[in-house]
């Protein structure tokens, strides 16, 4: 009877264990945080909110345009909240997410309606590297870059 209940509470722990730290797990919740921090950046973008846009992005942030041009922060935000970059619309595609430790990978196809300052309505469909790091238990964007496809 003793070694049935040491075998029975050894499974258990054992299952306990591997449950709890899963990397299965924890890399499908760490996706799942990146894909909402992406989705909440896209409707930042959209309708943009300088707090919401501060909150997601890195203080470090590199944000590259296809046209070749590289913004910091404060030059990705006040383009968005002036009108200078205006999405009417964002949709994205062909997602992908890998998660290395800290560190989240997305590539995506973005397809937006814009209404830039001096340019008028427009189309544009590129493709899309972020790099999100996660700092004090939240996902901040670091880095992206767009290329022509």
Known sequence: MKHKLKAVLLITLLAMISIGTSPVKAQSKSVNQVAEAVEKLRKAMVDPDAKVLDELVSDSLSYGHS????????????????????FVS??????????????????????????????GPGNVKIGILLVWVKTKGEWKLLARQAVKV
């Open 67 to 86: 046209s070749g041009v590289v913004q910091t922060k404060a030059q990705f935000i006040e383009s968005l909240t002036s009108g200078s970059s205006d």
């Open 90 to 119: 964002i949709d994205l595609t062909d997602q992908t997410i890998r998660v290395v430790g800290s560190t989240a990978v997305v590539r995506h196809i973005l397809s937006a309606a814009t209404n830039d300052k001096g340019k």
